[in-house]
């Protein structure tokens, strides 16, 4: 079975500083996919990126940045220079190369505070 | 730029009663999603449709719940028999194939839906 754990349930920090949000994720499979989606206040979510389980090249996109490693299972997801537009809840998501279902993690609650 | 829409963005309903929801998803996408999300907790999955039927179901999409493409455009998630416990926001969502591989997933605005 497949599963996403995001240990941080809520997290705060003050503008400006750097956050990272932990993924880990279990899975049999060889290929898969892994999703960050963002839910802000309003309660949309947002997908933020997308990466192949064959694919551990990391990736920066301004001021979001992500650290795939497969040997930990991790997909981690760091916000630099934070601000308070970023506060929101953070979903980590798994998805089978078969399969049609997205597997969420509990999802972390990140305030920013001015 | 293209998004999934749903309607409507808040339904009240007595217990008993029927709801269906709607959802209009990005119009070149083929694979399409129903999630729900109680107050405060994961994002869980309902159903996926693919070619006009159901590809993939939940232990929660019990015989209460139904999916339907009655046109072109629209996807519906009908709740024959709402109960309390049904309170939760339901998102849309649809993803297209590329390279024969289905990709990631837009989600509409969500609708909350509030059982009394």
């Known amino acids: 079975a497949q599963k996403v754990t995001q240990a941080q349930t809520e997290i705060s920090v003050v503008e400006k500083e750097d956050v990272t949000l932990d993924c880990v994720y279990e899975?049999?499979?060889?290929?898969?996919?892994l999703f960050w989606y963002k839910q802000p206040p309003s309660g949309e979510l947002v997908f933020l990126i997308r990466r192949n389980s064959f694919d551990e090249q990391n990736e920066i996109s301004g001021r979001y940045s992500w650290n795939f490693q497969k040997s930990t299972s991790s997909f981690n997801f760091t916000i630099t220079a934070s601000q308070v537009v970023d506060s929101a809840v953070y979903f980590c998501?798994?998805?089978?190369?078969?399969?049609?279902?997205?597997?969420f993690g509990p999802g972390t609650r990140l305030s920013v505070l001015p | 730029e293209p998004e999934v829409t749903q309607t409507p963005s808040h339904q009240v309903t007595q217990m008993g009663q029927e709801v269906i929801l709607r959802c209009v998803p990005i119009s070149n996408h083929l694979y399409f999603y129903w999630y729900r999300q109680i107050l405060g907790q994961k994002v869980e999955f309902l159903v996926s449709f693919y070619n006009n039927e159901i590809s993939e179901k939940s232990e929660i999409f019990d015989d209460q719940f139904s999916v339907e493409r009655p046109d072109g455009s629209n996807f519906t998630l009908k709740i024959r028999s709402t109960k309390l416990e049904d309170s939760a926001m339901y998102f849309c969502?649809?993803?297209?194939?590329?390279?024969?591989?289905?990709?990631?997933?837009?989600f509409g605005q969500g609708t909350r839906l509030t059982v009394v």
């Open positions: 899975t049999r499979d060889t290929t898969y996919y």
């Open positions: 969502a649809s993803s297209e194939e590329r390279d024969g591989m289905n990709t990631e997933a837009f």
């Open positions: 998501a798994l998805r089978l190369n078969y399969g049609q279902n997205f597997v």
